[in-house]
């Protein structure tokens, strides 16, 4: 009787852990379907989903005004899931001639183990024919995804700053590699489900995954300016028969970009067909080279900061100077006879730069020089930017600080030219250059956005002044005389450098440059033009690269309301100009008047009636004496 107390005992503590367990499963199975329901099938379906992707648009890069430079364009993409067809080959052979790809090497795709094949290039950007075809044949584990490829509204412009995409659409040069990170959307997809061998599992149904798509990178660059840019660089290559040409305008106030080129140039939709130096050499940040007399201008300013030199009351007459048994001649042979140092610097003298330069020494001079960004990347961002080459301080003694004072010896890129220039002329503050204004997200929110940053205060607001007038009267008076506009105050610097080839001047090749800004007195753009071995032409900065500047900017001041300008310098006439003066006030003078006094003018009447309301060119208007003038009458 106690065996079987005992054992009716153990089966009841039996009964009940059975009915413990029993209920600890089906709370744990009712935990399951009501709380961790949606976690598990997730999980779950991670195991078997297979993606056919549907690529977001790529973000824009506008200009500063939002105008579109680069976008996308649809491009359907074929993709290929191995595991649902087995007869590989018959693939291809179908594929291949609707592609016109060569059969081989499309199944040699085919056949990676992945389990999508993405067949670009080879399948993207499929046109309503190839589509149609491909749709009839019902090739099992064949997808069509969506995708997009680069489109460029304004073809080869900006090509070497914007650089290209490949056919994945990833960054590879320029910004489009710079920026990739930003650009780049993240894809939708479809998601298909399978079971371990690949095939579609028919009991769940495929879902969408909604991808977002990438930012907008807006430039500092005006479109309109940089087109005005390009049209002239492309002119002066087939005019002057160069090898290459640049250029590079900057808001000197901000150290904004707003316009940057170089030539030759490419269409970045055919980048494979280009030379790879072309595309992976954007040259006002890449190219290095002797700047010639443009550097003058950093000498100049030091040693007006200094205190060693009086523009106009001190007085220079050498056409050459001796430094350690070294002649260094002025490029003009004979000398430019006795001057005062303003016109030193209207002549672009070499020998009064040498004695400029020997006044501050050469510890000082160095010092200015790397004060001004010389010697060091600019901080731009700009793919590809160099440092340029400078003496070291062991190494700069009389002669090396002689050559340097006019612009020979030294290496550096037109961006930090640029740079500096705009820091003598702004009032003396050194900014740093900035192409890319802002970033915005695809939903409207400005993600960066970028500001001007001051780096230092170079030289003074009062060294500055006179630095601009010694520059607009260069333009005015002397060897930048081309790019004198009537109406707007500009000045500048020319620049001849004759060309190094290993360690060696080479005869009769030259870079040959001018910078210049406007107005003078208060200046909102700087532009550097530099044209490398121009041919069949006076290889002079003045010749070739000052007009340039000069075309340039006349075209600039409506895009930027640059003001006119009623006190600007007189242009000084020298033999071989075309003689001007300023057109008369006509109006409210009668017929009876003006025939009366004698004029070379080819007059023009319009209207009825005997005082004259209104004129062309108007009063003030600089022009030939032998110009054209148009009269309207009134009663």
Not at 41 to 67: C, M, V, Y
């Amino acid at each position: 009787m106690k065996w079987r107390v005992g054992e009716s005992k153990r089966l009841r503590i039996f009964i009940a852990a059975l009915i413990v367990y029993g209920v600890i499963v089906v709370v744990r199975l009712m935990y399951i379907q009501l709380w961790q329901h949606e976690e598990l099938t997730k999980l779950a379906k991670e195991n078997w989903d297979r993606e056919i992707p549907f690529q977001e648009q790529r973000g824009d890069i506008a200009d500063r005004h939002g105008e579109v430079i680069v976008t996308n364009e649809l491009a359907p993409t074929l993709y290929f899931m191995r595991s649902q067809n087995k007869d590989v080959a018959s693939v291809a052979r179908q594929l291949a001639p609707i592609l016109k790809v060569d059969e081989a090497k499309l199944l040699e795709k085919l056949q990676r183990p992945a389990y999508l094949t993405k067949l670009a290039p080879e399948a993207k950007n499929l046109s309503v024919e190839q589509i149609t075809q491909i749709q009839q044949l019902q090739i099992d584990g064949l997808y069509s995804g969506v995708d997009y490829v680069r489109t460029y509204p304004y073809g080869t412009l900006l090509s070497r700053l914007i650089g290209f995409t490949g056919s994945d659409t990833q960054g590879l040069a320029g910004i489009e590699y710079a920026y990739d990170d930003v650009l780049t959307g993240n894809a939708s997809a479809i998601r298909l489900f399978t079971d371990a061998q690949g095939k579609k599992m028919e009991q769940t149904e495929d879902e969408w995954r909604q991808g977002e798509a990438g930012a907008t990178v807006e430039l500092t660059v005006d479109l309109a300016l940089q087109q005005i840019i390009e049209n002239e660089l492309e002119q002066a290559m087939v005019m002057y028969d160069a090898d290459q040409a640049l250029a590079l305008a900057m808001n000197p106030k901000t150290g904004e970009i707003l316009g940057i080129a170089s030539h030759p140039t490419y269409d970045p939709a055919q980048y494979a067909s280009v030379d790879s130096s072309i595309y992976n050499r954007n040259l006002p940040v890449f190219m290095t080279y002797e700047p010639g007399s443009t550097f003058k201008i950093i000498t100049l300013s030091a040693a007006i900061e200094e205190k060693v030199v009086d523009l106009k009351d001190e007085f220079y007459d050498k056409g050459y100077t001796m430094v350690e048994d070294a002649r260094l001649r002025c490029w003009k042979r004979e000398g430019h006879g006795h001057q005062n140092f303003l016109e030193v610097v209207e002549n672009s003298c070499n020998p009064g730069f040498v004695e400029l330069g020997r006044r501050l020494g050469p510890e000082k001079l160095l010092a200015y020089i790397h004060d001004f960004g010389f010697g060091e990347k600019t901080g731009s961002t700009i793919a590809g930017e160099a440092s340029g080459i400078l003496f070291k301080p062991e190494a700069f003694g009389p002669v090396e600080s002689a050559t340097t004072a006019f612009g020979q010896g030294v290496s550096v890129t037109p961006i930090q030219q640029v740079q500096a220039v705009a820091a003598v002329i702004n009032g003396g503050t050194l900014y740093e250059p900035y192409i890319v204004s802002r970033i915005v997200g695809s939903n409207g929110k400005v993600l960066k956005e970028n500001k001007p940053r001051a780096k230092k205060r170079v030289v003074s607001e009062e060294t500055s002044k006179i630095v601009r007038e010694a520059l607009e009267s260069v333009v005015a008076n002397g060897s930048g005389r081309q790019a004198y506009r009537d109406g707007l105050r500009v000045g500048g610097k020319t620049g001849t450098a004759q060309k190094v080839e290993n360690g060696r001047y080479k005869d009769g090749d030259y870079i040959v440059s001018f910078i210049g800004f406007a107005p003078a007195n208060d200046p909102e753009i700087l532009i550097y033009v530099a044209v490398d071995s121009p041919k069949s032409h006076l290889q002079f900065g003045s010749v070739i690269a000052a007009p340039i500047v000069g075309h340039i900017l006349e075209e600039a001041a409506p895009i930027l309301k640059l003001p006119y300008a009623t006190d600007q310098l007189e242009k000084k006439f020298v033999w071989g100009d075309e003689e001007t003066e300023r057109m008369p006030n006509f109006v409210n003078m009668t017929v009876e008047e003006v025939t009366k006094q004698f004029y070379n003018y080819h007059i023009h009447w319009y209207g009825d009636g005997d005082r004259i309301e209104s004129q062309l060119p108007a009063p003030g208007q600089l022009i030939k004496q032998d110009d054209a003038i148009h009269l309207y009458l009134t009663n």
